[in-house]
């Protein structure tokens, strides 16, 4: 199966763009008729039955029957067992590790995602476009690949997963009965029961199906490519959960394993088995063809697993959405590195260089985007925001030394000067990523105060460590005082690239526990809980009263919105019987709790600390629709786990770039591409923050939104005291009479009572405020249609803004006032008690 060994050439090239989109075209139009209903779920059920027990069986039957095994390299098959049993175990073994609680099921669907690849429907038309020509045998070992998941790992993790269904039964089942699910499990799978069946009749056959079996077999072969794919978009229709700010953090990490320690780790076992032998060009090809194969997106049955043991079926459904499309991009670009030949070394290094002034460029921009959007925010003096400030000021750096070191003329000081600057800015982005998690960790599962502490130790690492090493480097290494052209920026040689290594394996490993512990011993966690607990509470009431509302109509309707509305207060009154550690977040989160061992006067210090860092805090969120009490929320974890993330993938690939360096392996079509991703993800890191955290809503949209609003609406919202209530439309009109005669008292009592944080006799609450009374009491059904009844009273005059600005009712912590008085209430008077 190894007969040519020359390189794709121009003609496969050509062939990959339409592949790849066909099949994410036609993965498209799936999700589009899935999502408007053109196929219903019943129809899709049918479609997904023939694809598993017609189409593939017959395309993986022929496959193996035609298939000559005499000419299969089973070193190759041998590697990419390896290498999806490391995979498989590395993803198992850390599900159980970072976990709360020893959870197998949990950790056996995780390595089934990790390892179970979309071969047939997603891999068979790229493979098969990209090596028919030169090695069209490489696409018949995806039919030998996919049992090593189906019938080696994946049995594996059914028996976890039967295991941890049998702890949380009531009625247990015996070790003999979860191995035989197990077993039933695998011998009913049908690309199983065709890889056994096609091995069976490779022999009866002699390699050769009879005309009439073959043509019938083509053409439910033949209908199989479309069809899944198809079947795959409608898949997945509704498969995106969420349920708090971390919770991209798994599929995220899983996406991960699958997408890039997958392809990095089949690249590197392969190379050390060597398949090829002597033939190193032979080797080289299946190398890369594995480096392809693990880019291959996970597939779709894993959901099915995750659905039938009952783990983790939202965090599944959301990481095989995520992985597909993250694989477009990645399978393209692997692709097409593969398929390109390597340039000559001058070549290269002018197109590297290229791409370094340009990244270098776009990240000045994005760090000086970031810099003014944390100052106008008044974030930079916020923990944790506050290390991100001194991240986003070396990645800054790090830019500008990229810039300068291509741009500028060298002599030899100018060379060291641009050396330190470059080097400084590198080493420090590393640091401070890991001093950033390390913050976010203790904050959380310690307190606030520890942080506070510990911030001149955090200095030390960020900068004072990079500078040392800096200078230790220029000391020690031979003075160089031009551009290595073999090394790029690497200009001091072996020197740097140990430091390199050091820095960044030390730094990753730090990371990594940190967020370990972060994830298994926050102390706000059970705060989302508690919180969606609470939330949840008062949708049901909520829904009872809205169910309720709907069914009357009329002056029944009114009636029954009356006396809701007086139980409100009731219900107001039963939320603050929330746990005490809510009330009080600020000093029991952001202190250390009492099983520490500090004294009284330490423990007064640290609340002086917290104090003074929560009038900061107040300072930044003034003229904001955010809380200053909502600790939780300013801390932006989840924002922060995702730079973290992509930090943490930065400092992979430039590892993996720079052991590559020091070994000395040859540089290949492969290590182009890991090269300039590493340059991309070194020198560009302010793009990636910029993302996170340049276009902040409440500092950036927001007030871009508001003023446009403002702008554009002002005439809508806006009306003269002279004009007639005979003047607004009938709707408006409705609900301007409706909230006057049966509401607006019981309003103001609730709303005005339980608006925290403001005075009474100001008049003034809150939108959001507002919008949870509509909805507690019926008179809207969801927070949309109370946004719309808002709008009504605040074109009707009922009610207006606090700070007499314009523009439409929002949701949101804006502040409002009742501009309406009876013949009840006095002049004076503004709220009734």
């Given at each position: 199966m190894h007969n040519s060994t020359t390189q794709p050439s121009s003609n496969a090239f050509n062939d990959l763009y339409p592949a790849i989109l066909e099949c994410f075209g036609i993965i498209l139009?799936?999700?589009?008729?899935?999502?408007?209903?053109?196929?219903?779920?019943?129809?899709?059920?049918?479609?997904?039955?023939?694809?598993?027990?017609?189409?593939?069986?017959a395309l993986v039957f022929k496959a193996m029957v035609e298939m000559d095994f005499s000419t299969v390299n089973w070193l190759f098959w041998s590697s990419i067992l390896i290498s999806k049993t490391l995979v498989f175990a590395v993803v198992y073994f850390a599900a159980l590790f970072i976990s709360r609680k020893i959870d197998v099921g949990r950790a056996g669907i995780f390595a089934i995602f990790a390892t179970q690849s979309n071969d047939f429907a997603l891999g068979y038309p790229i493979i098969n476009s990209m090596y028919k020509l030169h090695h069209p045998d490489f696409v018949n070992y995806l039919y030998l690949m996919?049992?090593?998941?189906?019938?080696?790992?994946?049995?594996?993790?059914?028996?976890?997963?039967?295991?941890q269904r049998n702890r949380q039964a009531t009625h247990r089942h015996s070790r003999l009965v979860m191995i035989g699910h197990a077993i039933?499990?695998?011998?009913?799978?049908?690309?199983?029961?065709m890889v056994v069946l096609g091995i069976v009749g490779n022999f009866a056959f002699s390699h050769k199906l009879p005309v009439v079996i073959s043509d019938f077999l083509s053409v439910l072969a033949d209908s199989f490519s479309a069809t899944a794919l198809f079947f795959l978009g409608i898949g997945m229709v509704g498969k995106m959960k969420k349920t708090n700010s971390l919770f991209f953090l798994t599929p995220m990490l899983l996406i991960g394993c699958k997408l890039i320690m997958m392809p990095l780790v089949m690249r590197q076992v392969i190379l050390i088995l060597k398949p090829g032998g002597a033939d190193t060009n032979l080797t080289e090809a299946f190398s890369s063809f594995g480096f392809l194969y693990g880019t291959i997106p996970t597939a779709p049955p894993v959901y099915m697993y995750a659905i039938l043991y009952g783990q983790s079926e939202d965090v599944i459904a959301t990481s095989m959405v995520l992985c597909t499309f993250a694989s477009a991009p990645m399978m393209f670009i692997t692709a097409t590195m593969v398929n390109l030949p390597v340039q000559t070394s001058a070549e290269t290094q002018y197109l590297l260089s290229t791409v370094m002034v340009d990244v270098g460029c776009i990240g000045i921009a994005c760090c000086f985007w970031i810099l003014v959007v944390f100052v106008l925010s008044k974030r930079y003096n916020l923990i944790p925001h506050h290390f991100t400030t001194h991240l986003v000021v070396a990645q800054l750096l790090a830019s500008i030394g990229i810039v300068l070191t291509r741009t500028v003329v060298d002599t030899s000081w100018v060379m060291i000067l641009k050396s330190v600057v470059l080097?400084?800015?590198?080493?420090?982005?590393?640091?401070?990523?890991?001093?950033?998690?390390?913050?976010l960790c203790i904050m959380r599962c310690r307190s606030l105060c520890a942080v506070l502490r510990l911030r001149l130790a955090f200095y030390i690492y960020g900068w004072a460590v990079p500078?040392?090493?800096?200078?230790l480097i220029i000391a020690i290494a031979p003075p160089v005082y031009s551009v290595n052209q073999q090394s790029g920026v690497f200009q001091y040689g072996d020197w740097q690239l140990i430091a390199s290594i050091i820095i960044l394996g030390f730094n990753f490993i730090l990371a990594v526990i940190a967020l370990i512990i972060l994830h298994r011993k926050d102390r706000y966690r059970h705060l989302y809980e508690v919180k969606a607990q609470a939330s949840s509470a008062d949708c049901s009431e909520g829904e009872g009263e809205t169910e309720r509302m709907l069914k009357a109509s009329g002056q029944d309707r009114e009636k029954l919105s009356i006396q809701e509305s007086d139980q409100l207060s009731r219900r107001r009154e039963s939320n603050h019987n929330l746990p005490s550690d809510i009330e009080d977040m600020r000093t029991t989160y952001q202190t250390c709790s009492l099983s520490t061992n500090c004294n009284d006067a330490q423990r007064e210090t640290c609340r002086r600390r917290t104090q003074q860092h929560q009038r900061l805090t107040v300072k930044a969120m003034d003229g904001t629709d955010l809380d200053p009490d909502d600790v939780v929320a300013s801390h932006q974890l989840g924002r922060h786990i995702l730079l973290l993330l992509f930090l943490l993938l930065s400092m992979t690939i430039g590892f993996s770039v720079c052991v590559w360096k020091l070994s000395g392996e040859s540089q290949n079509s492969l290590y182009l591409m890991l090269?300039?991703?590493?340059?991309?993800?070194?020198?560009?890191?302010?793009?990636f923050t910029l993302a996170v955290f340049g276009f902040d809503t409440q500092n950036v949209i927001i007030p871009f939104y508001n003023a446009m609003r403002r702008l554009l609406c002002r005439k809508k919202y806006r009306r003269s005291s002279t004009d007639e209530v005979d003047e607004l439309d009938e709707d408006t009109k409705h609900t301007v009479q409706q909230f006057t005669q049966h509401h607006i008292h019981t309003c103001k009592k609730d709303i005005l009572k339980d608006s925290v944080g403001l005075q009474q006799s100001d008049g003034v609450f809150r939108g959001t405020d507002f919008v949870d009374w509509l909805v507690e009491v019926g008179l809207a059904i969801d927070r949309e249609a109370a946004v719309v009844y808002g709008n009504r009273l605040l074109i009707g005059q009922i009610i207006r803004h606090a700070d007499r600005t314009h523009g439409g009712f929002q949701d949101r912590q804006v502040l409002y006032k009742f501009d309406y008085k009876d013949e009840s209430e006095s002049d004076d008077l503004q709220v009734v008690t």
């Amino acid at each position: 199966m190894h007969n040519s060994t020359t390189q794709p050439s121009s003609n496969a090239f050509n062939d990959l763009y339409p592949a790849i989109l066909e099949c994410f075209g036609i993965i498209l139009l799936g999700y589009v008729a899935g999502r408007t209903k053109i196929v219903s779920p019943s129809n899709s059920k049918g479609l997904g039955n023939y694809v598993t027990y017609f189409a593939l069986p017959a395309l993986v039957f022929k496959a193996m029957v035609e298939m000559d095994f005499s000419t299969v390299n089973w070193l190759f098959w041998s590697s990419i067992l390896i290498s999806k049993t490391l995979v498989f175990a590395v993803v198992y073994f850390a599900a159980l590790f970072i976990s709360r609680k020893i959870d197998v099921g949990r950790a056996g669907i995780f390595a089934i995602f990790a390892t179970q690849s979309n071969d047939f429907a997603l891999g068979y038309p790229i493979i098969n476009s990209m090596y028919k020509l030169h090695h069209p045998d490489f696409v018949n070992y995806l039919y030998l690949m996919g049992p090593i998941s189906l019938a080696i790992l994946n049995p594996i993790g059914f028996l976890s997963m039967e295991i941890q269904r049998n702890r949380q039964a009531t009625h247990r089942h015996s070790r003999l009965v979860m191995i035989g699910h197990a077993i039933k499990g695998l011998v009913t799978n049908p690309i199983i029961v065709m890889v056994v069946l096609g091995i069976v009749g490779n022999f009866a056959f002699s390699h050769k199906l009879p005309v009439v079996i073959s043509d019938f077999l083509s053409v439910l072969a033949d209908s199989f490519s479309a069809t899944a794919l198809f079947f795959l978009g409608i898949g997945m229709v509704g498969k995106m959960k969420k349920t708090n700010s971390l919770f991209f953090l798994t599929p995220m990490l899983l996406i991960g394993c699958k997408l890039i320690m997958m392809p990095l780790v089949m690249r590197q076992v392969i190379l050390i088995l060597k398949p090829g032998g002597a033939d190193t060009n032979l080797t080289e090809a299946f190398s890369s063809f594995g480096f392809l194969y693990g880019t291959i997106p996970t597939a779709p049955p894993v959901y099915m697993y995750a659905i039938l043991y009952g783990q983790s079926e939202d965090v599944i459904a959301t990481s095989m959405v995520l992985c597909t499309f993250a694989s477009a991009p990645m399978m393209f670009i692997t692709a097409t590195m593969v398929n390109l030949p390597v340039q000559t070394s001058a070549e290269t290094q002018y197109l590297l260089s290229t791409v370094m002034v340009d990244v270098g460029c776009i990240g000045i921009a994005c760090c000086f985007w970031i810099l003014v959007v944390f100052v106008l925010s008044k974030r930079y003096n916020l923990i944790p925001h506050h290390f991100t400030t001194h991240l986003v000021v070396a990645q800054l750096l790090a830019s500008i030394g990229i810039v300068l070191t291509r741009t500028v003329v060298d002599t030899s000081w100018v060379m060291i000067l641009k050396s330190v600057v470059l080097l400084i800015g590198v080493f420090s982005t590393r640091c401070w990523a890991a001093l950033l998690a390390i913050a976010l960790c203790i904050m959380r599962c310690r307190s606030l105060c520890a942080v506070l502490r510990l911030r001149l130790a955090f200095y030390i690492y960020g900068w004072a460590v990079p500078t040392l090493l800096v200078a230790l480097i220029i000391a020690i290494a031979p003075p160089v005082y031009s551009v290595n052209q073999q090394s790029g920026v690497f200009q001091y040689g072996d020197w740097q690239l140990i430091a390199s290594i050091i820095i960044l394996g030390f730094n990753f490993i730090l990371a990594v526990i940190a967020l370990i512990i972060l994830h298994r011993k926050d102390r706000y966690r059970h705060l989302y809980e508690v919180k969606a607990q609470a939330s949840s509470a008062d949708c049901s009431e909520g829904e009872g009263e809205t169910e309720r509302m709907l069914k009357a109509s009329g002056q029944d309707r009114e009636k029954l919105s009356i006396q809701e509305s007086d139980q409100l207060s009731r219900r107001r009154e039963s939320n603050h019987n929330l746990p005490s550690d809510i009330e009080d977040m600020r000093t029991t989160y952001q202190t250390c709790s009492l099983s520490t061992n500090c004294n009284d006067a330490q423990r007064e210090t640290c609340r002086r600390r917290t104090q003074q860092h929560q009038r900061l805090t107040v300072k930044a969120m003034d003229g904001t629709d955010l809380d200053p009490d909502d600790v939780v929320a300013s801390h932006q974890l989840g924002r922060h786990i995702l730079l973290l993330l992509f930090l943490l993938l930065s400092m992979t690939i430039g590892f993996s770039v720079c052991v590559w360096k020091l070994s000395g392996e040859s540089q290949n079509s492969l290590y182009l591409m890991l090269e300039f991703l590493d340059t991309v993800l070194a020198y560009c890191q302010g793009f990636f923050t910029l993302a996170v955290f340049g276009f902040d809503t409440q500092n950036v949209i927001i007030p871009f939104y508001n003023a446009m609003r403002r702008l554009l609406c002002r005439k809508k919202y806006r009306r003269s005291s002279t004009d007639e209530v005979d003047e607004l439309d009938e709707d408006t009109k409705h609900t301007v009479q409706q909230f006057t005669q049966h509401h607006i008292h019981t309003c103001k009592k609730d709303i005005l009572k339980d608006s925290v944080g403001l005075q009474q006799s100001d008049g003034v609450f809150r939108g959001t405020d507002f919008v949870d009374w509509l909805v507690e009491v019926g008179l809207a059904i969801d927070r949309e249609a109370a946004v719309v009844y808002g709008n009504r009273l605040l074109i009707g005059q009922i009610i207006r803004h606090a700070d007499r600005t314009h523009g439409g009712f929002q949701d949101r912590q804006v502040l409002y006032k009742f501009d309406y008085k009876d013949e009840s209430e006095s002049d004076d008077l503004q709220v009734v008690t």
